[in-house]
């Protein structure tokens, strides 16, 4: 253990808009030693719909807008109630990772923006809070995402090389550890994301659930094709994307059947996964994220890489519930100065920490012995726990 331990609660809410996930985890930001309650919380169909069109005018929005700061507000609140939950089961923590939704992420424009009300969740928490992981990142000429990589890897501790880690969310990303340890990271394409809105549109439920309507459908492989023809594919990792990057696709596949249109999506999922350009094959992949629930996807999966084909329960882990503890043992990587950012895992042009600190709900004078244990070489952790 390299420094004070944290009992920290986590909370992701990710690119499909299905809910905020909260886990709380103790750690220092290096190990993690116990992983404690969780939980995920669905946004209502309302807040699925406002931030669904928020989507469509991302790029052009001034952050004030009053329907922004509406779904801005509700977010915050289930964040509240998630945090709220954890501690009915948890009784106390020390710290919060707010990832927040991310609505635009625009790398290339200097641009990364998740939403959320840090300020709003320090106060009515009463903890202090770590939120905008990504900006710094992007500043520092890296793609701002996927920063999961940090946690995978200490997740991984002791586990022989080459491996990846896969997550299939709404993005699909990977996090490949050589036999040497060294990480290559990226995002690889589409995840569920396609695959829902198809759903959506098509069948009225928010998925495919368990790749019903792809199982029992044909892939096109004309039109996938079509679909692979796009310039983010030959460029190398590390890299990442907006969610509707290619939302575009669903146009392309409109003439399909329903099970035909989920097939080739599945297929598009799958085929951007397996010719990601890595140093060398992986002997094992664990994936992660909603998309391992999906039989489709995970079949594909295995048809298509070489190497065994895991959910990460094979590791112990909560496939569920990574995301959202990787944003604990973030949060606490940043309150202590440590990188989130690295060339290998978002393409950053060294190692930089990165994130934000609310402390608005903290009492003043917790923040004045928080400083002065600080500036007397304890860590800051003493803040929230006295
Ligand atoms: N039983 C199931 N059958 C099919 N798909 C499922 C099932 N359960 C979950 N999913 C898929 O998983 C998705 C949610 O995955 P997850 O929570 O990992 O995404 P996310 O965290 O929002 O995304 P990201 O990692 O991109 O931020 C759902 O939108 C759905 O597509
Ligand atoms: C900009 C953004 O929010 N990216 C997400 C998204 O969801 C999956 C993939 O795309 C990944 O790059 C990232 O999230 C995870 C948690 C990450 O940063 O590792």
């Excluded at 004070?4 to 996930?21: H, K, P, Q």
């Excluded at 995920?40 to 952050?63: H, K, N, Q, W």
């Excluded at 779904?71 to 109630?81: D, F, I, K, Y």
């Excluded at 190497?307 to 990787?326: Q, S, T």
Aim: charged residues 20%; negative net charge.
């Amino acid at each position: 253990m390299s420094g004070f331990v944290y009992r920290t609660i986590g909370m992701m809410s990710g690119t499909s808009l299905d809910g905020v996930d909260a886990a709380l985890i103790e750690t220092d930001g290096v190990e993690v030693l116990r992983r404690g309650a969780s939980l995920s919380l669905p946004y209502p169909a309302s807040l699925r719909r406002d931030v669904y069109a928020l989507f469509d005018r991302a790029a052009t929005l001034r952050g004030d807008e009053p329907d922004l700061l509406a779904a801005e507000q509700e977010l915050t609140a289930l964040h509240v109630e998630a945090v709220r939950q954890i501690l009915t089961r948890e009784g106390e923590a020390d710290l919060i990772g707010f990832h927040g939704q991310t609505l635009y992420h625009a790398p290339d424009r200097g641009r990364t923006w998740q939403i959320g009300d840090a300020s709003l969740l320090s106060r009515e928490t009463g903890l202090p809070v770590i939120h905008d992981f990504r900006r710094d990142d992007v500043a520092h000429g890296g793609e701002g995402a996927p920063l999961a990589p940090w946690y995978h890897a200490a997740c991984l501790a002791g586990e022989a090389g080459p491996v990846a880690i896969l997550n299939i969310g709404g993005v699909a990303n990977i996090t490949f550890v050589g036999r040497d340890g060294a990480i290559l990271a990226g995002d690889t394409g589409p995840g569920n994301a396609l695959l829902d809105d198809w759903a959506f549109r098509h069948t009225g439920i928010a998925c495919d659930r368990d790749g019903a309507l792809a199982r029992a459908g044909k892939l096109d492989e004309r039109v996938l094709s079509v679909l692979l023809d796009h310039p983010f594919f030959s460029r190398l990792p590390p890299k990442s994307l907006d969610r509707q990057e290619f939302a575009g696709s669903l146009d392309r596949i409109s003439l399909l059947s329903p099970e035909d249109g989920a097939a080739t999506l599945v297929a598009f999922t799958v085929k951007a996964i397996a010719q990601t350009q890595l140093p060398e094959p992986p002997r094992a992949w664990f994936v992660c994220g909603g998309g391992r629930h999906n039989p489709a996807l995970m079949t594909a999966l295995a048809h298509a890489v070489p190497g065994a084909v895991k959910p990460v329960e094979a590791l112990g882990w909560d496939g569920d519930m990574v995301e959202a503890e990787c944003f604990a043992f973030l949060a606490v990587r940043s309150l202590r100065g440590l990188p989130l950012s690295a060339p290998g895992i978002t393409g950053a042009t060294g190692l930089f920490t990165g994130g934000r600190l609310s402390c608005a709900g903290i009492r003043p004078e917790l923040l004045v012995r928080g400083a002065l244990a600080r500036a007397t070489g304890q860590e800051a952790g003493a803040l929230a726990r006295d």
